[in-house]
């Protein structure tokens, strides 16, 4: 850390990462922005849904936000972020991945930690509706992992002028057994349960709107019981959806880590010790990260939290920090 005002001292009373990290889904307020939805049609006939908000100028700074495992363009950071950036006088759009947007995609495939080809469809939309803007990225979790990833495999043909990544799971596999240890095992609990009603809210659709097709490869998967760790969701349905042998495979692939060191384009991560999603050695080391990547890592502020301030008026230093780095990108 670079000078005392970057660094990120948690509310008192919220210094256990676990609140931290609870916090945002439970006790946060909700925020309420206007925004509006633009549907992004993709090459193979499915759609990515799009939530716009801040200045229509076409040369103000355009921000894209990505959210993480079964969140969407409401979960309570992006919304955050989104009017934290409004503010400043920027441009931002939420992507939903497929089938977050709260209604499900039209193809048996969905989305996953790896699936960098959705968001260069994305940013290549974008480039061409506003190609005077500055573009830049934001993602958090898994968004995060499909931003570095991206990253890395473009080079510098990213098309983005910066990047910030949040919390991110940079070993997959690490992160699949760390979730699975101690309280960590609520967050899996919940994430199981989210990820399976999201395949039988597709398979409702598909029954609903006569897709045979998509409903069989559905069901050639098997059943959906008795999934209770990532490695049993991403072996049996995530890896013969999306083309990976297995969820070993999977992981190997769409893993960050691996990605870092090609990355060109200036990018900031942002990611606490105490994660309970991450082991502290699922960090890549100083050497493996390019020139143009800053690694910030605060000792507390859990998954996706980074509450301060009081718990009568909490403050979120990660609606202050990505928006003031970003501003300081266009400066320099």
């Keep these: 850390m670079s000078a005392a005002s970057e660094r990120f001292v948690p509310a008192l009373g919220l210094g256990n990462p676990h609140l931290q990290t609870l916090w945002g ?64 006088g920027w441009a931002s759009v ?7 947007s709260g209604e ?34 934001v993602g958090y979790s898994l968004g995060g992992n ?31 057994d ?27 659709q598909f029954q609903h709107d006569g897709r045979h097709e998509g409903l ?13 760790t990532f490695w049993d969701f991403d072996g049996r349905i995530t890896a013969p959806l999306h083309g990976f042998s297995d969820a070993a ?5 769409a893993s960050s880590r691996y990605f870092m060191g090609a990355i060109n384009t200036p990018t900031l991560v942002i990611q606490a010790a105490d994660d309970p999603f991450v082991f502290p050695h699922s960090l890549p080391e100083p050497g493996e990260l390019s020139a143009s990547t800053r690694l910030e890592l605060h000792a507390q502020g859990g998954h996706v939290g980074f509450v301060d301030g009081t718990l009568r008026c909490p403050g979120y230093y990660l609606e202050r920090r990505i928006p003031q780095w970003l501003a300081s990108l266009g400066q320099g």
């Design 146 to 176: 499909v931003l570095l990833k991206h990253l890395g495999e473009t080079g510098s043909a990213s098309q983005l002028q910066g990047a910030v990544a949040v919390s991110v799971p940079f070993r997959l596999d690490q992160c699949a």
């Design 25 to 88: 889904p439970l006790w946060r307020k909700t925020t309420h922005i206007d925004r509006e939805r633009e549907r992004l049609w993709l090459d193979d006939g499915d759609f990515l849904d799009l939530d716009w908000h801040g200045p229509h100028s076409a040369n103000a700074p355009l921000v894209l936000v990505l959210h993480g495992l079964t969140g969407s363009s409401n979960s309570p950071y992006v919304a955050g972020l989104q009017q934290a950036l409004g503010r400043q």
């Design 104 to 137: 499900p995609n039209l193809l048996p495939r969905s989305y996953h930690s790896g699936v960098s080809e959705d968001l260069a469809a994305t940013i290549a939309h974008l480039r061409s509706r506003r190609p005077l803007a500055p573009l830049f990225a």
């Design 249 to 253: 495979d999977y992981y190997r692939r």
């Design 94 to 100: 939420a992507l939903n991945w497929r089938g977050c």
């Design 178 to 204: 760390r979730i699975g240890q101690g309280f960590s095992r609520f967050y899996q609990a919940h994430f199981m349960r989210q990820l399976v009603a999201y395949v039988r809210n597709k398979q409702r």
């Design 216 to 228: 069989a490869t559905l069901a050639a998967l098997g059943p959906l019981d008795n999934m209770r």
